[in-house]
T-cell receptor, first 108, second 115 residues
């Protein structure tokens, strides 16, 4: 089993829609989690950190389900500028395990 | 603002050449990382370092070496470049242990093509 797995998508949604996707992880001892956003041919940038049950930042909500070992990211009122690949990241000691990313495309 | 700088953004090298990719961070971070990113494979860790002159192999170290002589600089070396090392290389750094310390910051990436 991979350390971090994501639905690759793509998720194609209209502007204003809500889109949500999950990330599952294998290390039950993981305490913190991150969502990064990566635009085409650019470096990943931190979107959100998740340390407890969840986190909310504007239109973005991350939720953690420790029992089932997954983290979700929900985007409300999608904007065209939300089109990107979203990477789930799970720390493991000094290392970080990355999911392969979920691609979201928001259309006008 | 956090800054991780990769000086070489786009390189084209010949098979067998020695390639140096340089990375500098200005945040006094302890940990530095080199990843490569390929379509469908995500980010894969090549090497990381948690202190000056310290290095640890990541998941795919074969064909690569690293150097960390100073805290702010972490170099990736391809001793003899091969075509399967054509990729985007991402350098990153993080402060250290602890929750917030695990936040990782990336450089803009180095696009390497080996012909």
């Amino acid at each position: 089993r991979k350390e971090v797995e994501q639905d690759p998508g793509p998720f194609n949604v209209p502007e204003g829609a809500t889109v949500a996707f999950n990330c599952t992880y294998s290390n039950s001892a993981s305490q913190s989690f991150f969502w990064y956003r990566q635009d085409c041919r650019k470096e990943p940038k931190l979107l959100m950190s998740v340390y407890s049950s969840g986190n909310e930042d504007g239109r973005f909500t991350a939720q953690l389900n420790r029992a089932s070992q997954y983290i979700s990211l929900l985007i409300r009122d999608s904007k065209l500028s939300d089109s990107a690949t979203y990477l789930c990241v799970v720390p493991n000691d000094y290392k970080l395990s990355f999911g392969a990313g979920t691609t979201v495309t928001v259309r006008a | 603002d956090v800054k991780v700088t990769q000086s070489s953004r786009y390189l084209v090298k010949r098979t067998g050449e020695k390639v140096f990719l340089e990375c500098v961070q200005d945040m006094d971070h302890e940990n530095m990382f080199w990843y490569r990113q390929d379509p469908g494979l995500g980010l894969r860790l090549i090497y990381f370092s948690y202190d000056v002159k310290m290095k640890e192999k990541g998941d795919i170290p074969e064909g690569y070496s690293v150097s960390r002589e100073k805290k702010e600089r972490f170099s990736l070396i391809l001793e003899s470049a091969s075509t399967n090392q054509t990729s985007m290389y991402l350098c990153a750094s993080s402060l250290g242990q602890g929750k917030s310390g695990n936040t990782i910051y990336f450089g803009e990436g180095s696009w390497l093509t080996v012909v």
